[in-house]
């Protein structure tokens, strides 16, 4: 079951160049069959911290019931998004609850990564113009890397697993190098993309991870290696996009029609996935093509689902950090967060917030072992990256 639940997601992210097609549908489908049947198998328990997510899917059930969604199937399709999502934070909670299982599912994960981060660069600088150069893109090419059309979202991959890389790397000395390459691998690769928030969020991530191992003396591998990839690889165009006059160009009048939007229905907001359908009415300008999103996940919760649904999300996200705190490889939950701010990687990445909530799921359960393991034992020395 755990590995059947890691493969589907690991196929799902080579699938995200698929919009808008039939892929995405079925792999909830069989997401939610697996969660069936772990819930049949008696694998499920109940947890206190499922409250935000019957919170979370509830709100666009009550949007339908009560008609102030302005589109009810934008509305039903993101009911069924959430409860995906809400599914997959169960499963991560309740399947994997040793540390034998997290760190295989964390091995899986920083594998893929490295070598999702080896093929995005070459196809960044050495592609044909199609997906693994073999699939016809539907959005046009330019800050594509490697399933992703968004560099931004790609970035969010990345800072979800770059911290586990670092961590694992002083867990197992046996594969230290082989973890260090990841993590230098995939910071490389946001570098290579030029995505600004992106850069700086694992910038950050590689400081504080630095800081936890500060003590043992093979750090200093870390940040070389990454400096040596990064000049590979290139930095004049990411330093390019940070000399840009006005960097928040475009968001800012997006996040300006958003506040409203939010404005005129604080409470119920217009109804989830309808933000694209209201903007019009409250665009301030034309950039020349369609807006798919607000470029804030934020200010769209709030405007899709009124300041109350968006505050749900300020519940998970101050859980993220509580639970980075005891377990610092989930630091890129509370990461992605942040990234939400500028960017719209949870409400258009599809897959990637599948892996943010199953590891936020895996991370939960961790951490309140670690509480009861500290409660048990107050002088109780758990190595920090394993925690």
């Given amino acids: 079951m755990n590995l059947a639940v890691a493969s589907l997601i690991l196929f799902g992210l080579l699938l995200s160049f698929r919009i808008f097609t039939w892929e995405w549908p079925l792999f909830q489908a069989v997401m939610m069959s ?46 069924l998004r959430w409860t995906l999502y809400a599914a997959v934070f169960v499963l991560g909670f309740c399947l994997y609850q040793d540390r034998h299982e997290i760190s295989q599912l964390m091995r899986i994960f920083i594998v893929f990564s490295l070598v999702l981060a080896a093929e995005a660069t070459l196809q960044h600088f050495a592609g044909n113009g199609k997906v693994f150069w073999l699939f016809e893109a539907t959005q046009p090419a330019g800050s594509e890397m490697g399933p992703f059309f968004n560099r931004d979202h790609y970035a969010s991959l990345m800072a979800l697993i770059l911290p586990m890389a670092i961590l694992r ?6 594969r230290r190098m082989t973890y260090i390459l990841a993590a230098a691998g995939m910071y490389a690769s946001v570098v290579a993309g030029a995505s600004r928030a992106g850069s700086l ?29 990064v000049a590979v690889v290139g930095w004049e165009p990411l330093l390019k996009r940070f000399q840009d006059d006005d960097p928040y160009k475009g968001r800012r009048e997006f996040a300006q029609s958003s506040i409203q939007m939010i404005r005129d229905q604080p409470l119920h907001g217009f109804g989830l996935g309808t933000w ?58 509370p990461a992605v967060f942040i990234h939400c701010t500028v960017d719209f990687p949870v409400q258009g990445g599809r897959y990637i917030p599948v892996v943010m909530f199953l590891i936020f799921g895996v991370a939960v359960r961790r951490a309140m072992a670690r509480k009861g393991a500290e409660t048990r034992s107050p002088m109780s020395m758990e190595p920090t990256a394993s925690r």
């Fill in 34 to 79: 697996l969660f069936a049947v772990a819930l049949i198998r008696n694998k499920l328990r109940w947890s206190r911290f499922y409250l935000p997510w019957i919170a979370i899917c509830a709100w666009p059930a009550a949007q339908l019931v009560t008609g102030t969604t302005v589109y009810p199937n934008a509305t039903l399709l993101e009911l």
């Fill in 169 to 174: 790397a002083f867990d197992e000395p046996h």
């Fill in 201 to 229: 969020l694992v910038t950050a991530e590689v400081l504080i991870c630095l800081v936890l191992v500060k003590r043992n003396r093979a750090s200093i591998a870390v940040p070389l290696l990454i400096a040596a990839l």
């Fill in 276 to 333: 694209t359908t209201v903007y019009p009415r409250y665009a301030t300008f034309d950039p020349g093509a369609y807006v798919n999103a607000a470029h804030n996940d934020w200010l769209q919760w709030a405007a899709d689902g009124g300041i109350p649904f968006a505050g749900l999300f300020f519940v998970l996200f101050v859980i993220s950090l509580v639970v980075a705190w005891r377990v610092p490889w989930a630091l890129g939950i």
